[in-house]
């Protein structure tokens, strides 16, 4: 399968915890972006990153939230002190091409987020 | 910030009906993607369009950019029960960097 890879598909998390998303783009892609879908809402833009580089954090908020795309290995979404308004679901996408405005974005399945 | 209204939000059709999605902006996209996305998963590419008058069928779907690439439409011709998704057009531009504008859905049910 050499699609977009996203793990775990499910979390539960206590407010408080920390949730850890890991997401692995389709093979050749070197482009990685977040976005979060909350109940009811559409997607929204979370972080656009290359391998070891953030190009674009604007969509992520301020606090509690971080992304990486290691030289090795997947991009990880990380949320510290979990709280309920972050249950949602995660998606991560990848495209492979250097104009990331006309290239097509993959999605991956999701990982869906439940905060206690 | 860029903006696509997405209409309608709500369809219930029956089987054999033709309807279209309408995907408009007052802004100018660089590339327009469609999606269906099933309860429970990702959403799955059906189509991206970058050329602004481009119309691109995918069997009984067919899929329009506008001239001035601000607004782009799917149609579905005699729908059947298994096109029953969620409908989801995305805009990139350089303007927005990597970052897919996302309109806010459309759910569709076919009915039997």
């Known amino acids: 399968n050499a699609g977009v890879m996203q793990n775990p598909r499910h979390l539960v998390r206590r407010r408080g915890q920390e949730a850890r998303l890991r997401c692995s783009p389709m093979?050749?892609?070197?482009?990685v972006y977040w976005y979060r879908q909350l109940p009811e809402e559409g997607l929204k833009f979370m972080v656009y990153?290359?391998?070891?580089?953030?190009?674009?954090e604007s969509g992520m908020p301020k606090e509690r939230f971080s992304a990486e795309f290691p030289k090795e290995g997947p991009s990880i979404l990380r949320i510290q002190q979990v709280v309920r308004g972050d249950s949602a679901a995660y998606f991560c996408?990848?495209?492979?091409?250097?104009?990331?405005?006309?290239?097509?974005?993959?999605f991956g399945p999701g990982t869906r987020l439940t905060v206690l | 910030t860029q903006l696509l209204e997405q209409s309608p939000q709500f369809l219930s059709i029956q089987e054999g009906e033709n309807l279209t999605v309408y995907c408009n902006s007052s802004?100018?996209?660089?590339?327009l993607q469609w999606y269906r996305q099933e309860p429970g998963e990702g959403p799955v590419l059906l189509v991206t369009v970058v050329t602004g008058g481009e119309v691109k069928k995918l069997k009984r779907l067919t899929f329009q950019f506008g001239d001035a690439r601000k607004d782009s439409s799917l149609h579905i011709t005699a729908a059947q029960t298994g096109d029953t998704g969620l409908y989801l057009c995305?805009?990139?531009?350089?303007?927005?960097?990597?970052?897919?504008?996302f309109g806010q859905g459309t759910e569709l049910s076919v009915k039997p």
């Open positions: 990153l290359q391998k070891e580089n953030i190009i674009d």
């Open positions: 996408a990848s495209s492979g091409t250097s104009d990331p405005s006309t290239d097509t974005q993959y």
């Open positions: 995305a805009g990139g531009s350089k303007v927005q960097g990597g970052k897919l504008i």
């Open positions: 093979k050749g892609h070197s482009h």
């Open positions: 802004s100018v996209f660089s590339s």
